[in-house]
């Protein structure tokens, strides 16, 4: 116990998990004020207590330990919600190895960075050997910065970043308007700025460097409240979305036999939504993968027909087998579909996903790996086909499938984004953490997108990141969400 306590970077572990808690799903209801309070003390202690050890470290390998153990200790509370995913392709035994090694992943990166900073902060020369840093809120900054996005490409390959999306959980004030400084300066600028405001006011540091963050956070803050005064980005016609959450069990989408019982559930609450409307819909969303066909050369016969569904624009996602070459061969995306009234039967609008998810929808270096277990399979083909889609009687959208949500949007000439996704694969904190990352992408991008999951989180969000319509999620349900 005393080796324990006479090390300070023992408590890192306790902080990195602290942190994770920030990342928990909110409070439902009437309770956004009070999550938001809970979620910004968890950030705070676990954050800001882990810089503050970093700024009174004596030894570049202590502090390389502690920024391990930090990174170790987050990973695991944030990622513990992958776990289902492991149990719906029975590979449980290897969810504790995958999410360990995920954890040393990150761990050595912040710790490979902590320990650059330390060594090369220790040849500024100081008159007293006992002084924090002076320069440590700018080097701690960058080398924060430079983590969340090591962590995101390097790792993963997707831009998970945590810090930044943190204010995106709940539909209050304050923190929309510090999610719109996203939209000029990118995202790892936000990252950036609360790395430097949190360490300028825990480390022993100049008064200067305090009041100048501080008056960074408050003309962020103003310019924020600025932007949400503004008037929301608009279509300039209104767009009448029928959205529906299957909430259907992967294990159940992965059984290819069910492909037509669960297709004929889809159709069905999709009629029933649509019979409960006074005026039908401009068009109809279904989530990523909701036909569970291998879709090769014609749509399944079960959507010829269907009254009133044959009257509207139809867009699902399924996954879609292509021959290519002279011989033929097989390969596999995952698309989605558009089908209009007048093309029902024929050929339809594709747009095939292009940003794969690396361990879910292919296997990096899977050559060198064992063909068996949790690396066997397949690997998905990446799309060439541009993400704005013209829609007949609609304004041109650009579409995003699942993770592609995370990465920049390029919009072209769209004024609204379509993203479908299916998050049946995890447990319900990852799917807060999914929508979180996604609204601030929305923000960069400043137009409205809506969101449809197979267990959610199926939301409208406006240009500014704001939650307009949401259903609730892990349930079966639809409703119409309105573009304007």
């Known amino acids: 116990m005393r080796i324990i306590m006479n090390y300070s970077w023992s408590w890192s572990l306790g902080y990195g998990f602290l942190y994770g808690c920030a990342f928990l799903p909110p409070l439902p209801g009437r309770w956004q004020v009070v999550s938001f309070l809970l979620r910004m003390a968890a950030f705070l202690v676990g954050f800001v207590g882990w810089i503050r050890e970093q700024a009174q470290q004596d030894s570049a390998r202590t502090a390389a330990i502690s920024g391990f153990l930090f990174a170790f200790g987050f990973t695991w ?63 701690f900054s960058l080398c924060w910065t430079l983590f969340e996005w090591g962590r995101s490409y390097i790792p993963l390959a997707f831009p998970w970043n945590l810090t930044t999306h943190i204010f995106a959980f709940e539909d209050l004030g304050l923190s929309l308007a510090l999610l719109q400084v996203v939209r000029p300066f990118g995202v790892y600028f936000l990252s950036a700025l609360l790395s430097l405001v949190s360490s300028s006011l825990v480390a022993r540091t100049s008064r200067c460097l305090k009041i100048l963050s501080s008056f960074l956070m408050v003309g962020v803050l103003a310019y924020g409240g600025y932007q949400l005064c503004l008037p929301t980005a608009r279509l300039g016609k209104s767009v009448k979305v029928l959205v529906v959450q299957p909430n259907t069990p992967q294990i159940e989408k992965l059984n290819r036999q069910n492909a037509e019982a669960l297709l004929g559930e889809l159709i069905a609450q999709t009629q029933q939504a649509l019979e409960a409307q006074s005026t039908l819909p401009d068009v109809v969303i279904w989530p990523e993968t909701a036909v569970t066909y ?124 379509i993203q479908v996704l299916n998050d049946g694969w995890f447990a319900h904190p990852l799917l807060w953490q999914h929508l979180a990352v996604d609204r601030v992408r929305v923000v960069e991008v400043g137009i409205p997108v809506i969101r449809v999951g197979n267990t959610g989180v199926t939301a409208h969000i406006d240009s500014n990141g704001k939650i307009r319509k949401m259903l609730a999620s892990c349930v079966r349900e639809a409703d119409v969400f309105e573009v304007e």
Not at 90 to 109: D, E, I, N
Not at 112 to 138: D, G, V
């Open 77 to 139: 509370s944030t990622l513990w919600g992958a776990f289902p995913a492991f149990w719906v392709v029975r590979q449980s035994a290897w969810f504790l190895p995958c999410l360990g090694g995920v954890a040393s992943l990150w761990g050595t990166l912040l710790g490979a960075l902590c320990w650059t900073l330390h060594r090369l902060l220790s040849r500024i020369p100081l008159q007293e050997t006992t002084q924090a840093f002076p320069y440590f809120p700018l080097g």
């Open 294 to 417: 291998y879709l090769h050369k014609a749509l399944p016969p079960a959507l010829y027909n269907q009254l009133p569904l044959d009257k509207l624009t139809l867009i699902f996602g399924a996954d879609r087998i292509e021959s290519v070459g002279p011989q033929e061969e097989l390969v596999w995306h995952n698309s989605l579909f558009f089908v209009s009234p007048s093309s029902r039967g024929k050929s339809v609008t594709l747009y095939d996903k292009q940003r794969l998810l690396p361990f879910g929808e292919y296997v990096p270096f899977r050559k060198f790996l064992p063909k068996s277990g949790i690396f066997k399979g397949i690997d998905c083909t990446p799309g060439t086909l541009k993400e704005v889609v013209s829609i007949p009687g609609l304004p041109d959208v650009c579409v995003k499938i699942c993770s592609e949500g995370m990465f920049p949007w390029r919009k072209g000439g769209a004024h609204w984004g």
